[in-house]
């Protein structure tokens, strides 16, 4: 087993991509997070995803990580930027190329959406397998076009868990997901390989985070398996929507800075709080007394509607 798996003090973190500002959905799976790990004792950490930096405008995190502050929900360690770790990953990658093929991949997105391959989810694809086998000669001639990604190719085999919120999920790799990005073309690495070596390299034994992302577990949790990693918990909060029954977004007014700006922290804290049914009204409260009555028995499971605040 690597370091990451020696730990044995609970440990949670909140992981956000500064591509644009958080909104109040965003606000509620932190404080869920920092309110897990705390109730039990343990360690909350902070994670910058901001890998593409093409994708995260300057200073975007810095704001994120003030609105984090301004509400108490601040890291146990200084914030990890994902963009600081390449030479981590190259040793991870290396280590998983001992241990499954990692293979160049030439497909442009638009050959595999022209493909009409499966979808995993809304803009990605189950990778039909072009590039598999190619010839030493044929990924000589096809560099010489341009440069590959490369894909790690996946087992037949199912990788299932059961989430603490969404109950039992289970994929197979080879037919649910297919050969997957490692690293991308402009040698960024992709965001399974990062989030799944972090969490086993941080020592992270549970992970809150929001539904949509349940299809990338298995892949994640198999990744971490071949690391030597053991996977944490899983928390996949459902959709938050406002008390409208829409879906927050950052342009209608939801915007988390906006939020901490206009109004007082205890306001907020409470109003997130009732909104996932830890307390039985929207009242202030602060972050030590949430910590003190938090139990995922009271957060609901189906769909969380944000109260006004």
Not at 53 to 66: F, I, Q, V
Not at 114 to 125: K, L, V, W
Not at 164 to 170: L, W
Request: proline share 6%; hydrophobic share 35%; aromatic share 8%.
């Amino acid at each position: 087993m690597n370091d990451g798996n020696k730990n044995t003090i609970p440990t949670g973190r909140f992981a956000p991509t500064p591509s644009g500002e958080m909104h109040a959905g965003n606000l509620l799976c932190a404080l869920l997070a920092y309110l897990s790990v705390k109730s039990a004792g343990g360690k909350f950490l902070v994670r910058i995803e901001d890998l593409d930096t093409d994708r995260c405008p300057p200073n975007s995190a810095d704001k994120l990580l003030n609105t984090l502050d301004t509400l108490g929900l601040v890291g146990d360690e200084p914030p990890l930027f994902q963009s600081g770790r390449e030479q981590f990953y190259r040793i991870k990658e290396r280590e998983l190329r001992d241990k499954a093929r990692v293979y160049p991949c030439f497909c442009t997105r638009a050959q595999l959406h022209a493909a009409e391959a499966p979808r995993i989810r809304d803009g990605e694809t189950i990778y039909p397998g072009t590039c598999r086998n190619l010839t030493e000669r044929q990924i000589e001639e096809k560099s010489a076009m341009r440069r590959p990604c490369f894909r790690i190719e996946v087992p037949d085999i199912k990788i299932g868990f059961t989430d603490t919120i969404a109950g039992r999920f289970e994929q197979n790799l080879k037919e649910d997901c297919g050969d997957f990005i490692l690293r991308r073309s402009d040698g960024v690495h992709a965001y399974q390989f990062a989030v799944a070596a972090d969490d086993g390299e941080s020592g992270v034994t549970e992970v809150v985070r929001g539904n949509d992302l349940l299809p990338s577990t298995p892949r994640q949790i198999w990744l971490m398996s071949l690391l030597g990693y053991r996977p944490p918990r899983y928390y996949h909060i459902p959709l938050v929507c406002d008390h409208t029954g829409r879906k927050l977004s950052k342009s209608d007014g939801d915007s988390a800075a906006r939020i901490v700006s206009a109004y007082p922290k205890e306001r907020i804290l409470g109003s997130l709080a009732y909104s996932a049914g830890i307390i039985d009204r929207n009242r202030p409260a602060t972050l030590e007394e949430l910590v003190a009555i938090f139990s995922w028995d009271k957060v609901r499971k189906d769909q969380i509607f944000l109260d006004r605040i």
